[in-house]
């Protein structure tokens, strides 16, 4: 068969402007990893397969029309978070219009908990796939539709109604998943910008490999468990092969390891290190991970074979709302694993949420002022947002906090979508510009940030990457 898998177009809104910590510190092209991974799979099932990334391409619906023409598939699949699910829906629309025997299919973290609402919602999607996408989508497109019912995993249109078949379990043993197919993606195209550090590859040629799925933690706000609340790893081995190739084939100098939770398993984390500089690979690269999963030990050994930076989803500087946000760590812990990331020479970026249910004024200036106090590399505030499959999105249902299920809203970087107590809507937006106001231009953060800008050997090709983003608002 012939499959069309597709990233649906991602013009980042102008509303991100606040963000100052992405718009100067990184900027990154992403690869569709999830779409690399499905495309591997089926082509070693002998399917034709094209990998259209509309996100990098920028690629508007009329692209898309020509794409779709050009190629005229058998099937096209379109990967969406809950952001992009309009866009999915749109292309699924103009697929139909063009040849209504192509299949369409949509997976991905948002179809995973809104199925049925998403087939009904849009006609023109025949299934959803829930979870994990690889075994569904193989088997799928093995079988006749008479056997659908029989596919777990998928969300299907059969007769005029909408079948919602049982769960799908995960692959077990993820080394036997090909790497993702890179030769199908402009890799030209995947650059990390935004290098204030001298070891950020500013301009760089990007790659992200993941490393594990799966999250074993429970924290309220958060849809990681698309890919199952067991942590299922890749062995150290098949990992620093897929480096290998990404270095050596493709050029990458810059990796970010894509988990969750890249430092889980101490030991884990420092084979993989190890490894890396074993192996002689030359690559720099960052990751993200808890506060309470982070040690000196490693720290230093991560330091020492080219990690950068690390990103620490630190969410509140109030213990209630850490509590209730079920984080599992306390204040203390964060700033100790803040304090050994940056003696040992990393760049810190930690995330904050405001506008919880818990929140108040008071609450939310001692996060800013949290936020400050570990004076990490750079912070990043987002408003709070529910999304489907988590355990707020089941508290603002049952308190009818929601504003708005416009999907394309929950952005995390601009208006609140639910309405809290202690807060109003016009404030929880203004806090956003005032926690970056109060956490960027803070004398010693502003100078300690133009001191880099000095040193740093890229600052002429960073300061016109930067105009340029400013004048075509492309952040
Ligand atoms: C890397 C990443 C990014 C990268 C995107 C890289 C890219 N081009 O893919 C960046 C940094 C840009 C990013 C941005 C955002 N992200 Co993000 N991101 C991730 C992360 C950490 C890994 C994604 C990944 O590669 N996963 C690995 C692949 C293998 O898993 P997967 O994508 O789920 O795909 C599998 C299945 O879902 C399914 N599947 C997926 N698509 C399809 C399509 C078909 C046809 C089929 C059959 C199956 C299928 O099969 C795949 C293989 O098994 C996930 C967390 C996670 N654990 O997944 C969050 C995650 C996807 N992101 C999330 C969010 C919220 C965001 C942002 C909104 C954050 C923000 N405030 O800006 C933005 C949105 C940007 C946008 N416009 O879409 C949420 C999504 C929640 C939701 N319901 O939407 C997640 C789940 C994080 C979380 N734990 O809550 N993100
Ligand atoms: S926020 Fe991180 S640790 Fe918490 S559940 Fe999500 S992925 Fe796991």
């Not at 829930?130 to 075994?135: L, V």
């Not at 799925?213 to 706000?221: D, H, K, L, M, T």
């Not at 884990?268 to 993200?288: A, P, V």
Request: charged letters at 25%; one cysteine or more.
């Amino acid at each position: 068969m012939k499959i069309l898998l597709i990233y649906p177009t991602d013009l980042i809104s102008p509303d991100l402007l606040p963000h100052v910590g992405y718009a100067i510190y990184f900027r990154v092209n992403y690869p569709p990893t999830n779409l690399g991974y499905l495309a591997s799979y089926l082509e070693n099932a002998g399917h034709k397969v094209k990998i259209l990334d509309c996100a990098v391409e920028k690629y508007n619906l009329d692209d898309i029309k020509q794409e779709i023409k050009h190629f005229n598939p058998d099937v096209v699949g379109i990967t969406s978070n809950t952001q992009l699910i309009y866009g999915a829906m749109a292309i699924a629309k103009i697929t139909k219009e063009i040849n209504p025997n192509c299949l369409t299919i949509v997976g991905g973290s948002h179809v995973t908990y809104m199925a049925v609402e998403s087939l009904a919602e849009c006609p023109y999607i025949d299934v959803a796939v829930r979870g994990e996408g690889e075994e569904t989508i193989y088997e799928l497109l093995e079988k006749k539709r008479e056997k659908w019912k029989d596919v777990r995993g998928i969300t299907f249109r059969y007769n005029g109604k909408i079948i919602h078949n049982p769960d799908r379990g995960f692959i077990e043993n993820l080394d036997e998943i090909p790497f993702p197919a890179y030769h199908l993606m402009p890799m030209k195209k995947y650059v990390a910008y935004g290098q204030l550090v001298d070891s950020w590859a500013h301009g760089q040629p990007f790659g992200g490999v993941l490393t594990s799925r799966g999250c074993p933690y429970n924290c309220a706000f958060c849809a990681s468990k698309t890919l199952g609340k067991k942590w299922r790893i890749r062995s150290p081995e098949n990992i620093i092969d897929e480096v290998r190739l990404l270095v050596d084939k493709y050029k990458r100098r810059e990796i970010e390891f894509l988990d969750d939770s890249f430092t889980i398993n101490e030991k884990r984390t420092e084979e993989i290190c190890k490894l890396i500089k074993k192996e002689g690979l030359d690559i720099s690269w960052f990751c993200s991970t808890r506060v309470d999963r982070f040690t000196k030990s490693m720290a230093h050994i991560m330091h020492n074979s080219g990690c950068h930076s690390v990103f620490f989803g630190i969410e509140s500087g109030d213990q209630e709302i850490l509590n209730f946000l079920n984080k599992g760590f306390d204040l203390e812990r964060a700033e100790q694993s803040v304090k050994i990331a940056k003696k040992a020479g990393l760049n810190v970026i930690t995330f904050f949420i405001i506008g919880t249910p818990l929140d108040t004024k008071d609450k939310i200036w001692k996060t800013i002022n949290f936020a400050k106090k570990l004076k990490p590399t750079f912070a990043l505030f987002n408003q709070l947002t529910p999304y489907p499959g988590t355990k707020i999105y089941e508290i603002a249902e049952e308190k009818n906090l929601f504003i708005t299920k416009d999907w394309s809203k929950y952005i995390t970087m601009s208006s609140p979508v639910i309405r809290i107590p202690g807060v109003t809507h016009e404030e929880l937006k203004m806090f956003l510009k005032k926690a970056n106001f109060s956490f960027y231009f803070t004398p010693s953060y502003f100078f300690t940030t133009l001191r880099e800008i000095i040193v740093s050997k890229n600052t002429s090709k960073i300061i016109v990457d930067h105009i340029k983003m400013l004048v075509t608002s492309q952040y």
